[in-house]
Each structure stands twice: as C-alpha cells, then as structure tokens.
C-alpha cells in the first residue's frame, strides 16, 4: 500500500440565498489536499461554478501554511475577490484550518 504524504481536509458554510452558489450546493465546500509535513496546501478544490474561481482561489491558497494565521489568507480574499459568497468561504476556511489543527495535534 503506498504511504500518502498529505492529508484531506473539508469545511463547509451556508452560502447566501439568492446566489447561484446557493440555488446549485446550498453550501460553499472546499476541500484541502495539505503536505503533513510542512503543513502547506498543495491542492484545493472549491464548489463555485465556474472553472475561472476554481482556478482563482486554488493559485491563491496553494503553498500557504495551514498553520499559520488564517487572517492572512482571510485579508488576501476579501482583498482579491468580490462576491456575495465571500463570507461563506471565509467560515468554511476557518473551520477547515480548525479541524487540521485538531488533527495534526493528536
């Protein structure tokens, strides 16, 4: 069985009513594919309609260590990306970094 170097991790947040993003999931889900040991994102897969924000926000989380401030990575979106959803996605990134964090403390 080959050994994996990276851990899987998911959130989720209510997305706002009247959105697409609502009318489609219901929720904003993102999945975090995060190196054990160093503790950076590697992969990010977010449930946004568009191919274009997928893209946006898998090149603006990859490399950040999930350890780290989450505000950073919270400044760098409200900076960087406009939509009704961003609130949702900042929640699900906070109790995605929360359940990491509960993990790797075991």
Do not use: C, W
């Not at 260590?65 to 900076?79: G, K, S």
């Not at 406009?82 to 906070?94: I, N, R």
């Amino acid at each position: 069985m080959q050994q994996l170097n990276t851990l899987l991790v998911t959130a989720y947040a209510k997305a706002p009513q009247g959105t697409a993003m609502y009318e489609i999931y219901k929720h904003a889900g993102i999945v975090l594919e995060i190196d054990k040991q160093t503790h950076k994102i590697v992969d990010a897969e977010f449930t946004f309609i568009t191919e274009l924000a997928q893209n946006f926000f898998k090149r603006m989380l990859i490399n950040f260590d999930f350890t780290a401030d989450i505000n950073i990575l919270i400044e760098r979106i409200e900076e960087h990306y406009m939509a009704p959803s961003s609130g949702a996605v900042t929640v699900a990134l906070k109790s995605a970094q929360k359940r990491y964090l509960e993990k790797i403390a075991k």
